[in-house]
Structures are given as C-alpha cells and as structure tokens.
C-alpha cells in the first residue's frame, strides 16, 4: 500500500503534466493528432485520480484537498470550457477540407505519385476522423456527468 506521501506526490505530478499539457495547447492553434491524444489522456488519468481520492478526502490533507479542487478547477475551467471545443473545431475544419481535396481529385487516371498522395490525405483523414470521435466521446461523457 503506498502511503499518503506517495499519494500526495504522484497526483502533484500527474496534475502538473496536466498543467503542462493545457498551456501547451492553450498556446498552440495547431496541434497534432498526438499531441491532442495525450493532452485528452491526461485529463482522464487526473479526473480519475481525483475521483479516487475524494471518495477518501476524509483521510487526505489539507494540501492533497486544496490539489484535488485545484486540478477539478484547471479542467473544467481551462480544459472543458475553453481547449476542448477549440480542439473539437479544429479537428472537423480538418475533416472538412480533407473530404474536399479528396473529392476534387480527378476521376481519371492518375499516376503514382497522385495515388501516393491520396492514399496518404485517405490516412489523414481516417486519423482525424478517429480522433474526432475520440474527443466527442469525452464530449458525451462530460455532458452525462
């Protein structure tokens, strides 16, 4: 069993990655695939975290509480309200213009690098497709709460 001292460490790193994470993508107007997966996982991890440790707040400290509420606030506030639609937007503006260059192509024949070239905006266009559910599901989760 991990005692409160390791308990209180690790949620403080985990909410500072979070930290992290969301100036990251509060600064940035672009940000990849990989960068939106790993920002969105640890806001699970920590709103999982914070979770756990409130059904035990009694037992907790002081500082681990002020963390907990500190951590719910940097989500909802910072993440929720303000990050999560902007990736949202950004993702089907993506898919839109993906589907249109897709579609625009020619319908005749086309040389190799021209079926290179879709085959790789296909792949983006399944990535950002895959992605975008992914966020919406997090969507529908914070909307059922």
Known sequence: MSSPDDVFSMFVSESQKLQNLIDIANNKTD???????E???QVMNVSSMVTMLKQQAGFEPKELLEKIHESENLISEKFDSTIHP???QK???TIQELTKNLQS??????SKEQIESDARL???LRQNMSTKEFVE????GITHD
């Open 86 to 88: 902007k990736i949202l």
């Open 31 to 37: 940000m990849n695939i990989h960068e939106i997966v």
């Open 137 to 140: 599901q997090y969507e529908f």
């Open 105 to 110: 192509g020619n319908f005749g024949e086309k």
């Open 91 to 93: 993702l089907s503006v």
């Open 122 to 124: 296909f792949e983006e």
């Open 39 to 41: 920002t969105y996982y």
